[in-house]
């Protein structure tokens, strides 16, 4: 799977509009790079993202890749609209969230299609928690931990899929999954950065008891780590403007970076990758410029010292596991 794989919300046009010249350019530029695992979901532009995915790894049926999309959303009939969730998609669609038997056994049927890909490697139950559904999460869990798993669990023993999981921005949901199922793998967005560590606690020492890897989503925390603090655009923390606080570290996260002629991307992107349970970190790419800096970033080499100074300013746990030296590939 790679260290480094591609996450496929910003070709959903998250936040602002993207034309497919610029998305496959975008993707075509990853691949070349030798990226060869890429994610995505029916959510990311109401299935624009599965589309232009799709069409670049059908231009690749011999070459060895890895994909992962999600269920748990629906995707129905409703006119067009200028902006959806966040998403600037032309897709005249919207979600209907559906963790059902029935349902996941639809999205997957429908995702290989919009894919126009006859396999999908891993399966993510998407966006299970209170974050999302607020009163209504017990009800989705519910129906997720019962027919939703069943029906992923069908299809790996069919081999449809070859592995299966949590897709969520919660650590606390997939944790609390694990009691309910033989689960592969969990994506987890924004929760193990260089501004949030929590998943320390409980949640990635219980994927290592398990043998559950992990891929990390979100290394930028929804932007704020690429962009920084000085920049001309608004920098996101979890999908909305980013709040005083949070920049504020970022403050201070810079000033460290800057002592070793380090960039907050490159710290950002690498910090997650020296848990053992993570296996991949899956940053978005709006740009092409953007795809060129976190290749410059994922080479960037760091020295230990960078690590233990965040460790002493109390920016990262002191039982965070730390990156080794060397260049990260």
């Known amino acids: 799977m790679g260290k480094f794989g591609f996450g496929g919300a910003p070709i959903g046009n998250l936040y602002r509009t ?31 993202s599965e589309r232009r995915v799709g069409d670049l790894l059908r231009q690749h ?6 994909l992962s999309t999600k269920v748990g959303r629906l995707l129905k009939p409703a006119g067009y609209a200028e902006a959806r969730h966040g998403f600037r998609s032309a897709m005249p669609f919207d979600i209907h969230y ?18 126009g890909l006859d396999r999908i490697d891993m399966l993510f139950m998407h966006d299970l928690g209170a974050l999302t559904h607020g009163s209504d999460n017990e009800r989705y ?8 798993y069943r029906a992923m669990h069908s299809l790996r023993e069919q081999d449809m899929v070859k592995a299966i999981g949590l897709g969520a921005n919660e650590s606390e949901v997939c944790e609390l999954a694990l009691a309910y199922g033989d689960w592969d793998c969990f994506l987890l967005a924004g929760r193990y950065t260089l501004l949030e560590q929590d998943a320390l606690d409980s949640f990635l020492p219980t994927c290592e008891k398990r043998g559950c890897f992990v891929v990390i989503g979100g290394p930028y925390n929804s932007g704020v780590l690429a962009l920084g603090s000085q920049s001309e655009r608004e920098p996101h923390y979890n999908y909305r403007p980013a709040p005083a606080t949070v920049i504020g570290k970022v403050r201070a996260l810079e000033r460290i970076c800057a002592e070793f002629t380090v960039p907050l991307g490159a710290a950002a992107l690498q910090f997650p990758l020296a848990h053992p349970a993570v296996e991949s970190v899956i940053p978005g790419m709006a740009s092409v410029a953007e795809l060129e800096s976190f290749l410059c970033w994922a080479q960037t080499d760091i020295s230990a010292d960078l690590w233990m100074s965040l460790q002493d300013a109390g920016l990262l746990r002191t039982d965070a596991p730390l990156p080794a030296s060397d260049t990260a590939s």
């Open 18 to 48: 993207m034309d497919d010249s610029t998305a496959q350019d975008i993707l075509q530029s990853a691949w070349c790079a030798g990226i060869r695992y890429y994610d995505t979901a029916p959510h990311y532009g109401q299935g624009l």
């Open 61 to 66: 049926p011999e070459q060895p890749y890895v």
């Open 98 to 115: 559906d963790y059902s038997y029935d349902g996941v056994m639809r999205s997957f049927e429908d995702s290989l299609q919009r894919l």
């Open 141 to 148: 869990f519910s129906a997720g931990m019962d027919g939703g």
